[in-house]
């Protein structure tokens, strides 16, 4: 009995410091938590003002209003933009979800001529910056006649080396005596990868899928450049739409950037390990 | 009965398809956002709907700059608009393109007469002797002023300002607490190269050299004129004395800074008319004035962006590209867009039309951009510098002004640019000889 008690007892007071030893901890982490989303609150507060109260210094409008959503939506073909960054995205995800964990299973398990030179060139397109390709693939894009299409705002994306290297690195950790057990049975290479690599790399298949959803819902120049119509034309454009050189209606900009922001905002609360172990895998890349 | 119906339909139906093939195409690129780019689309709306057989595509392609990149991109690939909006600092870069096909000639061809125009934004955009753009949004730089706080100052408001005079208004329109901490600003100016430009051009000297690059190539910028190292120098003075905010860079804290009633002046574009006094919201009384000078008023040059077409149309195209213009340059179109956005007309006449004259009487301000432009000196001055690398050369002024409000001597500031822009200059011109 009194060695039962005697733990508690003694645990209670261990808790206690611990708690007080993470009161500075928390308080530094709300801190930051804070001032990361304040601009997102400020953002949020502006979106719900008239355009007299803009600059208003409360931080609650001081009077609430929606004018400027119906003004985002209805002057702006936003929900058009919208759909097309949500369709292009998601086919784009799903593009580099498959191409990646093909790739990455092909190198990491499967024993080709040259292997690891082409895990090298891979990892060495990495290093090589988009504004390099830019102009190339525009041109290549163009002589294809892909402009101003879905295609051109796709396909160019759906194999993505950051991808490849993820799947390779996270399939190669796997213990091999799963796919010799496969192969075993009788499993041939889509069978394993479908029934053993796949499920075994959910979580950074998930990762990977919204790092990409992410990429893609924000790109902006590509899209700009290569489609030549409004039907065309991404949600980040619209965005863009919304500013004006000589002095923009900061409310309608702010409600326009909230719904564009919607989408991913919801992505991110939805799938918010996957995002954070993604993170945690590529280092970088948004 | 039904079956008569749907046939109908069909049959309209395919003729307003068959209609829809016959209709010449043009595309339209243009990099207006925000309320600029819904009155653009409403032009573009009304061409159409008066239109049986030519229809304007409008693309809205992002900043300037995005224009210029998508534009430099389709080049390559052959994939151009028939018309495309560029700013006024992309003139130089535009005829030296050879890509483009100046309206002079179209307009001629189709017997334009170009004296319709309104002589400054005309000699802006002309080129070796040749019209090579629609000056569209035509724009100048003016002082909107709080006339409230100019009243309570006792400071009379009038339209034309000597650099001086102003300086001794806006110290008058400070208001600093017991500390002395600036508790009202008499001035903000958003540290912009377009203000030093115009400054220079106001006061009768050239930010380039061979006059603006007028009279030839220009291949040495000319920003350590007096009029701007003195215009630099007061700056940085009055930043030092709490009389003028450091706003820095965006046009958009001078906005804000005058319709929060934390300062009594600023500078911005005539083109910000209606956001400005919408922000303003009837709060208090706006006037706007000329832009300030040194000792003799010049007039100022247009900024904003104009219109080109471009080379390898169809006849049909052409055609097509010209009836848009000209729709563009119709009284009425020009009437639209000058009340719907603040920039003026580009037509003569524009400003006596009876609706024009009405809404004048009610807003007065939007008189001041008109009154600006037509006292203004035709002359190579307010013509305004022409240079390629322009923005480029931006950067470097706009940095001078940030070390001059630092502590660096203005003409010293100044000087320092003037050797990168100029390096950028060179850098330039001989590309374009190869």
């Given at each position: 009995m009194i060695h039962n008690l005697e733990p508690v007892h003694a645990s209670k007071p261990i808790n206690f410091s611990k708690i007080f030893k993470r009161i500075p901890f928390y308080l530094l982490v709300s801190t930051y938590a804070f001032v990361i989303i304040l601009p997102l609150l400020t953002l949020f507060s502006a979106s719900l003002r008239s355009d007299a109260d803009l600059?208003?210094?409360?931080?609650?409008?001081?009077r609430f209003t929606l004018e400027p959503y119906r003004l985002a939506l209805t002057s702006y073909p936003l929900g058009s933009y919208l759909l097309n960054s949500f369709l292009t995205s998601s086919l784009i995800t799903l593009g580099v979800v498959i191409t990646s964990s093909m790739a990455g299973y092909a190198l990491a398990r499967v024993k080709l001529p040259y292997r690891e030179l082409i895990f090298g060139a891979i990892v060495g397109l990495?290093?090589?910056?988009?504004e390099i390709t830019f102009l190339p693939l525009y041109l290549h894009v163009n002589s294809l006649g892909w402009l101003d299409t879905y295609t051109a705002l796709i396909v160019p994306f759906i194999a993505s080396p950051l991808g490849i290297f993820l799947m390779r690195q996270f399939l190669k950790s796997l213990p091999q005596d799963l796919f010799d057990a496969a192969k075993i049975d009788g499993a041939g290479h889509f069978r394993i990868l479908w029934h053993v690599a796949i499920p075994l790399a959910s979580s950074a298949l998930g990762a990977l899928a919204a790092l990409t959803f992410l990429g893609a819902w924000n790109m902006y120049l590509w899209p700009l450049v290569t489609t030549q119509s409004k039907e065309m034309q991404t949600a980040q454009i619209a965005v863009s739409n919304l500013?004006?050189?000589?002095?923009?209606q900061w409310n309608v900009v702010a409600a326009g950037a909230i719904l564009v922001l919607l989408p991913t905002l919801v992505a991110f609360l939805v799938a918010q390990k996957a995002f954070v172990s993604g993170i945690a895998l590529g280092g970088l890349k948004g | 009965m039904k079956k008569v119906l749907i046939a109908g339909t069909l049959v309209a139906l395919s003729m307003a398809l068959a209609q829809q093939n016959a209709k010449t195409e043009i595309q339209f690129w243009h990099s207006m956002g925000g309320v600029l780019g819904e009155r653009v689309e409403g032009l573009v709306k009304d061409f159409n709907d008066s239109q049986t057989n030519t229809m304007v595509k409008s693309t809205?392609?992002?900043s300037y700059d995005d224009g210029i990149n998508k534009l430099l991109a389709g080049i390559r690939a052959g994939k151009v608009p028939n018309l495309i909006q560029v700013y006024d600092i992309g003139s130089r870069t535009m005829v030296d393109s050879g890509a483009i096909e100046p309206l002079e000639n179209i307009a001629k061809s189709n017997n334009?007469?170009?004296?319709?125009?309104?002589p400054q934004p005309r000699n802006y955009y002309t080129v070796d002797g040749k019209l090579?753009?629609?000056?569209?949004n035509s724009s100048n730089p003016l002082l909107y002023m709080n006339t409230a706080m100019l009243a309570k100052a006792g400071i009379q408001y009038r339209n034309s300002w000597r650099l001086s005079d102003l300086e001794a208004a806006a110290r008058k329109l400070t208001i600093k607490d017991a500390s002395g901490?600036?508790?009202?600003?008499?001035i903000a100016i958003p540290i912009d190269s377009w203000f030093v430009e115009q400054f220079s051009y106001n006061s009768?000297?050239?930010?380039?050299?061979n006059e603006n690059g007028r009279k030839?190539?220009?291949?040495?910028?000319?920003?350590?004129?007096p009029a701007d190292v003195a215009f630099v120098d007061w700056w940085a003075r009055l930043v030092k004395d709490g009389?003028?905010?450091?706003?820095?860079?965006?046009g958009d804290n001078a906005q804000a800074a005058f319709a929060q009633e934390k300062a009594a002046i600023v500078a911005q574009s005539t083109a910000s008319l209606t956001g400005l006094l919408k922000l303003v919201g009837g709060k208090f009384e706006t006037r706007t004035a000329f832009f300030p000078f040194l000792k003799e008023r010049n007039g100022v040059a247009i900024g904003g962006a104009s219109l080109y077409a471009m080379k390898g149309q169809s006849a049909e195209e052409l055609k097509a590209t010209w009836g848009f213009i000209s729709f563009l340059l119709k009284p009425n179109s020009q009437a639209k867009w000058h009340l719907g956005t603040g920039y003026f007309p580009v037509?003569?006449?524009?400003?006596?039309?009876p609706n024009v004259v009405q809404a004048h009487v009610k807003q007065?301000?939007?008189q001041t951009a008109l009154r600006q432009l037509e006292t203004t000196k035709v002359n190579n001055y307010s013509a305004g510098c022409l240079a390629g690398a322009f923005p480029e050369i931006r950067q470097y002024v706009a940095g001078a002004i940030e070390e001059a409000i630092k502590g660096k001597p203005a003409a010293e500031a100044l000087k320092d640019a003037k050797a990168k822009a100029d390096a950028a200059l060179d850098r330039y011109n001989s590309a374009i000889k190869k």
């Open positions: 600059y208003a210094p409360t931080f609650l409008p001081p990495l290093l090589v910056p988009g500013v004006s050189a000589e002095g923009s | 809205y392609v992002g334009f007469d170009l004296e319709q125009f309104v090579n753009a629609l000056p569209f901490t600036t508790l009202r600003y008499g009768g000297e050239y930010f380039c050299n030839a190539r220009a291949s040495e910028m000319n920003f350590t004129n009389v003028m905010a450091n706003i820095g860079r965006s037509i003569k006449g524009v400003a006596a039309l007065p301000n939007f």
